[in-house]
């Protein structure tokens, strides 16, 4: 019927128009030519209109239609969504927490209360309900992991709208955690030294070593669940996991120490070296992780472990005693034979040193220089004047005015780095840390790098395309010096060079009393060949009587901690490390010293450390952990945002985790909650070590007849304060208990309240009506008020103190 409507439209039209126009169209009829044409074009015209408003208001009735199918089907739809959202709300196991600006819980759905294990969130602040969690709030992270009653929660934060979802993944972590500690650890073994060691013995007695040596390690990995299979002679491999590579961590591989026990006992110098790698990778890369890792704790010079976990930083065990000589003849011919074809395939070479160069790092310059040049012409020496240490500052002066033609090829770093190309080939002598090179411009302009250093490598190394590190060598020039007795031609160096060349040797030897072998003393005799001079170096390396004297000063503010650990704390602003160097050798001097630290901020505001020590003590694993590296007798540290009480207390706990004394224990007095320890108060025993650091980080103090005394009368006068304080909350209970308060809410037709009452606005109709101030945060209703009635309202004044009153709600 609708769609005639338009045909009756145009009829009604059509009979209207011929009424009006009668007598008009009665004379048109008349012509009978004109009719019939004007006829055609006035029935093409009305059809046309016809069809035209039929197409149009077809079309609308169609999409009025479609729009209310769709908002039958959205109405439908939002019912059912209202209904989830209840659910998700309501009855799914998904905590939410509404907070505002101030962190203040403002409401939380019904599982957020069984997260909590708390009914009364709402008016708490996060920070009182845990931690954690607030923490995570403050520094607004969107999505974090947080533990709450012993459950694992992720925790989605939309900060726009100050609301939180909580999502228990207890059981997803916990399996996480399982698949973790079962991955797999593949261990490298090597008994270092050993041929050479039994080499002298008969067969017997080799064969009953290297059995007590493979039974002590087959007794260590049975301990932890593993598997070992010996791969070549002196080598095996092991196989455990994650769980109880942690085991091996915790207890410090002490197999090092029952295989060193085994070599003192023998008089052998036999040392293990082990590589582990706990990667969740195929097993071939895996075993290329386990593989680079034992070749690292080799080149730190062996007796020790490196350990390369997934997402972790490389940890280093062991590491007690000093490194054997390794290297033969054969492997230092080879080496010097790689770095001619290095030098040869080059179209120029640069040498360079560390900054602040000492002359251990300005005679390898030198003796490299020397080796270069034998193969190709443009080789230079590159050092900036004002980064020579004052020795090499002094000694440079001397050459430049008795034989400057010595550092004719002399350039500083601007200069190489104008000179340099893609086929230029770097040399850097004694450093492996690239933070510490003489130009970081210059290394990073080099794509052709050579490393040659005796130093441990730590965990900064360089992009290098052949390094040769021996860190049994006990010094740079050690190693140059001996590579020059394989080049072809021969070197010019004179004996001014060569002196200074022994001066290296000299200071990083100490006199030749520390890291000193045969290669040591065969190096000092061909520079002696040479025409070194003894007693020119003596007199480079005397101290001035300035510099004597503020040694002194130093040393008389030494303290001891432990009875041989040597510490100086300067109190003034230095920045010469080579005295520091100086003030720790004098202070090993001292009888029952096995180590000594010298401390004190530089010009630039780091704390440098310079450490010292005998064979018994390596200062290198001490200073790695602060950030340092060298040698296991001699090594340093520069510490940003630091002082020097933090470092030294830093150092201090270092010490004792790594040569705690014994079973020693000491009972100290908590000043805050420790997890795992105790709680604020408490008098607790703990190993000596782990004492003095919960005392120097100020979270303890020692254990005294004096603080106990004081902590006694502390807790007698807080006892007495919390007597008094129950006393004033039963006598405020008394003046709140049959108290009422009246408030007025508005409602609607049907009786429902617009809003409800808060607990701010009962606390504050309260003190306005009964003159008593109550915390909001201990007022409790007994139910929500949202409509007229009486409700009670409970005040936790105390743990053993509730009052109540009345709250009457009106109408408005």
């Known amino acids: 019927m609708k769609r005639l409507i338009p045909f009756f439209t145009a009829l009604i039209i059509l009979a209207l128009a011929v009424y009006f126009n009668y007598e008009y169209l009665t004379n048109l009829i008349n012509n009978s030519e004109t009719f019939i044409r004007t006829a055609i074009v006035f029935g093409a015209l009305i059809l046309f209109v016809t069809s035209f408003f039929y197409i149009f208001t077809y079309n609308q009735a169609k999409r009025i239609r479609t729009l209310n199918n769709r908002l039958s089907m959205w109405t439908e739809l939002s019912y059912h969504v209202n209904q989830v959202g209840d659910e998700v709300f309501n009855e799914l196991p998904i905590g939410i927490v509404a907070f505002d600006e101030h962190k203040e819980i403002k409401w939380v759905n019904p599982h957020a209360k069984v997260i909590f294990n708390d009914q009364k969130l709402v008016d708490k602040y996060l920070s009182d309900i845990n931690e954690e969690l607030y923490q995570v709030v403050l520094n607004k992270n969107e999505n974090a992991m947080v533990e709450i009653e012993s459950n694992i929660y992720d925790v989605i934060i939309k900060e726009e709208y100050n609301f939180m979802y909580l999502f228990n993944v207890t059981d997803r972590e916990l399996v996480r955690r399982k698949a973790t500690e079962q991955t797999i650890s593949l261990g490298i073994v090597y008994l270092d030294n050993l041929d050479e060691s039994l080499s002298s013995m008969d067969v017997s007695d080799q064969s009953s070593l290297k059995g007590e040596y493979l039974g002590a390690i087959n007794d260590w990995i049975d301990k932890y669940e593993g598997y070992l299979k010996p791969f070549s002679e002196g080598r095996l491999i092991f196989i455990t996991t994650r769980k109880n590579l942690a085991k091996m961590i915790a207890d410090k591989f002490d197999i090092l120490d029952t295989i060193r026990n085994i070599s003192q006992l023998h008089e052998v110098r036999v040392s293990l070296s082990i590589g582990v790698a706990c990667w969740d990778v195929p097993m071939i890369e895996l075993g290329v992780y386990a593989q680079n890792a034992v070749e690292l704790a080799e080149k730190r010079g062996g007796d020790q472990v490196v350990v390369n976990i997934q997402n972790e930083k490389i940890a280093y065990f062991g590491a007690r005693s000093d490194a054997s000589e390794k290297s033969s003849r054969v492997s230092a011919r080879i080496n010097a034979q790689t770095i001619k074809q290095l030098i040869e395939q080059s179209s120029n070479v640069f040498v360079m040193g560390h900054n602040n160069a000492d002359m251990d790092a300005f005679g390898s310059m030198l003796a490299m220089y020397h080796m270069a040049q034998s193969y190709k012409n443009h080789v230079y020496m590159v050092y900036d004047k004002e980064r020579l240490d004052t020795t090499v500052s002094k000694v440079e002066a001397l050459v430049l005015k008795e034989n400057p033609e010595i550092l004719e090829d002399a350039i500083n770093s601007e200069e190489a780095l104008k000179r340099m190309n893609d086929d230029s080939l770097l040399i850097v002598v004694d450093t492996q840390s690239p933070k510490i090179v003489m130009s970081p411009k210059v290394l990073e ?322 003190e306005e009506q009964n003159n008593i101030l109550l915390d909001k945060k201990k007022v409790e209703l007994s139910s929500e008020i949202n409509s007229v009635g009486i409700y009670t309202a409970n005040v936790y004044l105390h743990k053993d103190v509730k009052a109540q009153f009345e709250v009457h709600i009106i109408e408005k």
């Open 445 to 766: 302009k080099s794509k052709r790098t050579i490393v040659i250093d005796h130093h441990r490598i730590g965990d900064e190394v360089f992009n290098a395309i052949f390094t040769y590190i021996e860190p049994y060598a006990s010094s740079a020039i050690e190693l140059v010096v001996e590579l020059l007795n394989f080049i072809e031609k021969t070197t010019d160096i004179t004996p001014l060079e060569a002196s200074i060349m022994y001066g290296g040797l000299v200071l990083d030897t100490n006199s030749f009393t520390t890291r000193t072998g045969t290669r040591t003393f065969e190096t000092a005799y061909k520079l002696r060949e040479l025409g070194a001079d003894p007693s020119l170096v003596k007199t480079w390396l005397r101290r001035d009587l300035l510099r004597t004297l503020e040694i002194n000063k130093l040393l008389s503010q030494i303290e001891i901690y432990n009875d041989k650990y040597a510490f100086i704390l300067a109190k003034d602003i230095y920045d010469d490390r080579v005295l520091l160097a100086q003030v720790s050798d004098e202070a090993l001097l001292i009888s029952g010293i096995d180590a000594a630290f010298t401390i004190a901020q530089m010009a630039n505001g780091v704390i440098g450390v310079s450490a010292r020590s005998y064979n018994k003590v390596n200062v290198q694993v001490l200073m790695e952990a602060i950030g340092g590296g060298g040698h296991l007798s001699s090594a340093a540290a520069q510490v940003t945002n630091d002082t020097i009480e933090g470092v030294f207390e830093k150092i201090k706990h270092f010490i004792d985790l790594e040569y705690g004394e014994g079973d020693s224990t000491m009972k100290v007095i908590l000043l805050e909650d420790v997890k795992g320890r105790g709680s604020k108060d408490q008098v607790i025993e703990v190993a000596s070590g782990y004492g003095q650091f919960l005392i120097t980080q100020k979270k303890a103090l020692p254990a005294t007849d004096e603080n106990l005394e004081v902590l006694r009368k502390a807790k007698a006068e807080e006892e007495l304060q919390i007597q008094k304080h129950l006393e004033l909350m039963k006598k405020l209970k008394s003046e709140i208990d049959g108290k009422t308060v009246t408030l007025t809410i508005q409602t609607g037709q049907d009786g429902k309240a617009f809003g409800s009452i808060t607990t701010k606005k009962v606390v504050e109709a309260f």
